[in-house]
T-cell receptor, first 113, second 117 residues
Framework: KQEVTQIPAALSVPEGENLVLNCSFT??????LQWFRQDPGKGLTSLLL?????REQTSGRLNASLDKSSGRSTLYIAASQPGDSATYLC????????????FGTGTRLTVIP | KAGVTQTPRYLIKTRGQQVTLSCSPI?????VSWYQQTPGQGLQFLFE???????NKGNFPGRFSGRQFSNSRSEMNVSTLELGDSALYLC????????????????FGPGTRLTVT
């Protein structure tokens, strides 16, 4: 069974700092990997999706990389802002393409003004 | 384009009762997935419906069921509620890769917060 781990569980950084969130998964046979953010008590907002054939994706200040063979992904956030404070979740989709995602436990990010 | 909507947003039920939650996917999306989020277990997949058929199912007891209508709207039902069913229930619709969407990207609704007392 696919298991997804995110480290660290919580992170506090001063505004303006660049940071990296980590995600690892046990079964490298994935179809894609998706990063989400979740604000307290809210639903999930999709940030980036990386197909299994891709190495990275970028959106604004966010860059996500994928190393399928080693079972790892990172989310890089440049020039962090207080509005980036949220829980960040990574999720992998199995290779069959079935639409059930396996989620990590998340990293709670706090950006201090 | 309107996002995924879920109703109701909040619900309080008593143990033993049953509950029905509703999800309307993004227009044109045919796949709807349901997830349960709790502090202890995190986000767990419940089931997926596609074209009115359950296509995938997670590891939840039979008290959890769902259905999908011809307009792709989906409902999930939980019978004989237990205290442990208190959670945020999220539904997601999946992009088909049309009109600039990324195939298989999942879009989540705001969730229904269920409290069982």
């Amino acid at each position: 069974k696919q298991e997804v781990t995110q480290i660290p569980a919580a992170l506090s950084v001063p505004e303006g700092e660049n940071l990296v969130l980590n995600c690892s998964f046990t079964d490298s046979a994935i179809y894609n990997l998706q990063w989400f953010r979740q604000d307290p008590g809210k639903g999930l907002t999709s940030l980036l999706l990386i197909q299994s054939s891709q190495r990275e994706q970028t959106s604004g200040r966010l860059n996500a990389s994928l190393d399928k063979s080693s079972g790892r992904s990172t989310l890089y956030i440049a020039a962090s802002q207080p509005g980036d404070s949220a829980t960040y979740l990574c999720a992998v989709q199995g290779q069959t393409g079935a639409n059930n995602l396996f989620f990590g436990t998340g990293t709670r990010l706090t950006v201090i003004p | 384009k309107a996002g995924v909507t879920q109703t109701p947003r909040y619900l309080i039920k008593t143990r033993g009762q049953q509950v029905t939650l509703s999800c309307s996917p993004i227009s044109g999306h045919r796949s709807v997935s349901w997830y349960q989020q709790t502090p202890g277990q995190g986000l767990q997949f419940l089931f997926e419906y596609f074209s009115e058929t359950q296509r995938n199912k997670g590891n939840f007891p039979g008290r959890f069921s769902g259905r999908q209508f011809s307009n792709s709207r989906s409902e999930m039902n939980v019978s004989t509620l237990e205290l442990g069913d208190s959670a945020l229930y999220l539904c997601a619709s999946t992009g088909r890769g049309l009109a600039g969407e990324t195939p298989y990207e999942q879009y989540f609704g705001p969730g229904t917060r269920l409290t069982v007392t």
